[in-house]
């Protein structure tokens, strides 16, 4: 079973970056697809992106294209989701999710389909 831990969220002016970083533990992080949700208040959670196992693979939600990405460092067991010219729609608390996967092409963007997740981490864009 992995534990996730999110780090990084804050406050920034609109136009401004953040790296979030979400650092797995209790299991082979590399086995994982890893994805990054985000929830507004009064909002669903909704994708934001997702990393295949070894990274090559990768997915954007259509309104952060552009603007974030989302990286994975397997030896240290973290996958980050660099935030660029934020804007104030942007404010969510974001949550990492893994999920075990044997495919390593795979990358899913619904939560359904992750297992895990970490505690979130609000990022907060003022404008």
């Known amino acids: 079973q992995v534990q996730l831990a999110e780090f990084g969220g804050g406050l920034v002016q609109a136009g401004g970056s953040l790296r979030l970083s979400c650092i797995a533990s209790g299991a082979t992080f590399g086995h994982y697809v890893m994805g990054w949700f985000r929830q507004a208040p009064g909002k669903e959670r909704e994708f934001v992106a997702g990393?295949?196992?070894?990274?090559?693979?990768?997915e954007y939600a259509e309104p952060v294209k552009g603007r974030f990405t989302i990286s994975r460092e397997n030896a240290k067991s973290t996958v980050y989701l660099q935030v660029n010219s934020l804007k104030p729609e942007d404010t969510a608390v974001y949550y990492c999710?893994?999920?075990?996967?044997?495919?390593?092409?795979?990358?899913?963007?619904?939560?359904?389909?992750?297992?895990?997740w970490g505690q979130g981490t609000q990022v907060t864009v003022s404008s």
């Open positions: 990393i295949g196992r070894y990274g090559a693979k990768l």
């Open positions: 999710a893994a999920d075990y996967q044997s495919n390593t092409n795979v990358i899913f963007d619904t939560p359904l389909q992750y297992e895990y």
